[in-house]
Structure formats: C-alpha cells, structure tokens
C-alpha cells in the first residue's frame, strides 16, 4: 500500500534535548511538508521541500531543522532552541495535479502525525 | 493567497443535511476551493475541491456561485462519524503553501 509514515507516534522529551521525527512516503511525490498543529487550532506550516536537497522555510520555522537527501525521506529536528515544542507534528506530501495518477489540483497527503511532548 | 472565514462550530444530528459556508472574498482568478477533513489525532484528508458551479462526489458537494466569492460543502445525512473539523483552503494550482484556518468542527449527536 502506498502512504506516508510517521515514528514514533508518541514521543516524550526532556527540556533542552533535540529530537528527530520521521516522515517516509512511497507515493513517489516530489514535495513534502510538516506542519504543527495545537489544541484546538489548524495547521502551521514548518518546512517543505519540493525537490531532494532543497526546502524552504514555511511560516514557523524557528527551533526546527530538515533534511531532505532522498526524495521518500524529509525528518524533522526539534531542537532545543523551539521554546513550546508541545505540540502534534504532521507530515504531507503531494504531487502537482496531474501527474503521479493526481488530477486534483494542490492535494496533499498526510501521515498519522506524531504527539510530542515535552517533560 | 485569499483568506478564508468559516463558522468556528456547528452541530447536527444523525441523518440531516449539513451546509458548512466559507468565504474567500479575495479569491483569485486562477485559484481552486478545496475541502479537507480532520479527524482527532490523525491528519487531514481531502473531501472535495472545485473550481466553479458544482462538484459532487461520493462523500460531499461543494456549491460555488458565479462570483466564486464563496463556497459550501455539504454533507448528505451525517453520521456520528462525520463529527470532525472541516477545512475551507483556497489557492492556485501548484501553489505548496496551503493554508488551513482553525477549520469548522462539525459535531453529529444521536
């Protein structure tokens, strides 16, 4: 089955400790994402990456970190430097519409997320 | 991109008609309406996305009216598992920075 996978689900850190979040897709989609999302509020946009080896700052990109060597691959640091990491993190990726068996324009395509806590 | 305002909130009951409104009066020429769904603790999903007049697919139909200056999705005889967030995103094609709001969470009681 294609999709996108997120580990740990649950993830329990201690103030001032970095901490890395998996995202894996097998869709073969060019672009990822991960955003942030708070009780009861949407998503905010971290990071993403539209092509291996280059990503872009989304609109809360302080204390966090990417990678993106290979194209099923896009991990997420949180360093010690994000102040309120609480938070759940979600993974996306997408594929322009059109290509890829996508006809829908902008659709993303999101992992089960992972719950980070911070002790 | 164009800035979407959706009700906060709503709630029905099993088997009604539910007609969650968006507003985009900004919404630009080359600009697509989709709608996502969110369910506690799982990322969101995609319902439906139009460009003009009227989409329907097996989940949902989502009316656009000629000025395109707003949209609604609507939800057939909800269940109880339709109880989510819904979220109203607006923007060209092949734009990567979707917006999602706070979204409308739609409450279904027995």
């Known amino acids: 089955d294609g999709g996108i996978t997120q580990s740990p689900k649950y993830l329990f850190r201690k103030e001032g400790q970095n901490v890395t979040l998996s995202c894996e897709q097998n869709?073969?989609?060019?672009?990822m994402y991960w955003y942030r999302q708070d009780p009861g509020q949407g998503l905010r946009l971290i990071y993403y990456s539209q092509i291996v080896n280059d990503f872009q700052k989304g609109d809360i990109a302080e204390g966090y970190s990417v990678s993106r060597e290979k194209k099923e691959s896009f991990p997420l640091t949180v360093t010690s430097a994000q102040k309120n990491p609480t938070a759940f993190y979600l993974c996306a990726s997408s594929t322009p519409g059109g290509q890829g068996g996508s006809r829908r324009e902008n659709e993303q395509f999101f992992g089960p997320g992972t719950r980070l806590t911070v002790l | 991109l164009a800035k979407t305002t959706q009700p906060i909130s709503m709630d029905s009951y099993e088997g009604q008609e539910v007609n969650i409104t968006c507003s985009h009066n900004?919404?630009?020429?080359?600009?697509?309406i989709t709608w996502y769904q969110q369910f506690p603790s799982q990322g969101p999903r995609f319902i439906i996305q139009g460009y003009k007049t009227k989409v329907k697919n097996e989940v949902a139909s989502l009316f656009i009216p000629a000025d395109r200056k707003s949209s609604t999705l609507s939800l057939p005889r909800v269940s109880l598992s339709d109880t989510a967030v819904y979220y109203c995103l607006v923007g060209p094609r092949g734009y990567n920075k979707l917006i999602f709001g706070a979204g409308t969470r739609l409450a279904v009681h027995p």
């Open positions: 900004n919404i630009a020429t080359n600009d697509y």
């Open positions: 869709l073969n989609h060019d672009a």
